[in-house]
């Protein structure tokens, strides 16, 4: 069972958790941070501190306890040197749908990007599997942590061309089995092997875009507004994808959205970001025991 803190900007408390190598991931500070923007040190905050089962299964593999990414100090400023992201500390639990919310123009986006290297984060802020990602393989590093935007954006070519474009830069074939296999992961039938990008619905070509990241076999996915332009069946559909991919494979999930409904049904722990900063961290039926101003006025106005 894993246990995650809530109402600071890091979760870094794990019971029987495999050792993660610290020589390379730099030490919380201990006393400059105070994400709820009320406190004036760190034992007072600590007052405050809850915990959390993010899985409640009993059953649950071990492995569900282990920290996936890890970000540390992340901070990113404009080409005006306005902050877009301040000093961001979270832990991602492997195994979890984690979402991100908050108001727009909050850095949701420019931080899900930094996961990978879609821009270059500082060296030594973000970390997956314990190892900086700024010294990981660019291309090697999206295909473990695949991403999907809010619109697909398909190749030239038939669906199982799509699907089989990013293991062909690795040199492999996928067999037509393979690639139906992909579809019906993303809720798609086998009528769809052959049909090119026109001959699809926004929703269609979303799961096949999904189908065309999970060819590379991501450990992590990362989602910015994936269903934003879909019609409510095409969001459940997507949605069911990937509460099964959670628990059928145990994929870590990321997912920005400004659905607070969507964030409640499916995620397991969620991010409230204002100003670039985490200011809550909170499971999802506990959204409304926010405490920072803004993102409580975010979340009164977005129900």
């Keep these: 069972m894993a246990e995650v803190e809530l109402g ?15 020589s390379t991931i730099p030490p919380r500070s201990s006393t400059s941070y105070t994400p709820m923007g009320s406190y004036t040190g760190l034992d007072e905050a600590e007052q405050r501190l809850l915990v959390l089962d993010v ?3 009993e059953n649950e593999n071990e492995s569900s306890s282990e920290v996936k990414i890890q970000i540390r100090d992340l901070s990113k400023v404009s080409d005006k040197s306005v902050p ?18 908050g108001p727009s123009g909050s850095g949701k986006s420019t931080f899900l990007r930094a996961l990978n290297r879609l821009w270059e984060p500082p060296s030594k802020t973000v970390f997956l599997d314990g190892k900086d990602i700024c010294d990981l393989d660019v291309l090697g590093l999206r295909r473990r942590v695949g991403m999907l935007f809010q619109l697909p954006a398909l190749f030239e070519g038939t669906v199982a061309d799509n699907i089989r474009y990013g293991p062909q830069l690795k040199g492999k074939k996928l067999s037509d089995n393979e690639v139906y296999k992909l579809l019906t992961l993303a809720d798609l039938d086998s009528t769809f092997f052959s049909k090119s ?3 699809l619905s ?4 979303q799961r096949v875009a999904l189908a065309r990241t999970l060819a590379n076999e991501p450990e992590v996915l990362l989602l910015d507004e994936p269903t934003s332009a879909l019609d409510p ?19 870590t999930i990321v997912m920005v959205s400004h659905s607070i409904k969507q964030i409640q049904r499916i995620a397991d722990v969620v991010c409230l970001l204002v100003s670039g900063e985490i200011v809550e961290i909170l499971k999802p039926d506990k959204l409304s ?6 993102a409580l006025r975010f979340l009164q106005l977005s129900n």
């Excluded at 600071?8 to 610290?22: E, G, M, R, S, W």
């Design 8 to 22: 600071q900007a890091v979760l870094p408390a794990y019971k029987n958790t495999l050792p993660i190598p610290h």
């Design 55 to 57: 899985n409640e299964d």
């Design 84 to 101: 877009i992201l301040s000093k961001v500390n979270v832990d991602i639990p492997r195994g979890v749908i984690m979402g991100v919310i």
């Design 197 to 199: 990008g026109g001959e």
């Design 202 to 205: 926004v929703g269609q070509a």
């Design 233 to 251: 069946i095409s969001t459940q559909n997507i949605e069911d994808v990937l509460v099964k991919l959670k628990k059928e494979r145990g994929m």
């Design 289 to 294: 025991e926010a405490k920072h101003p803004m």
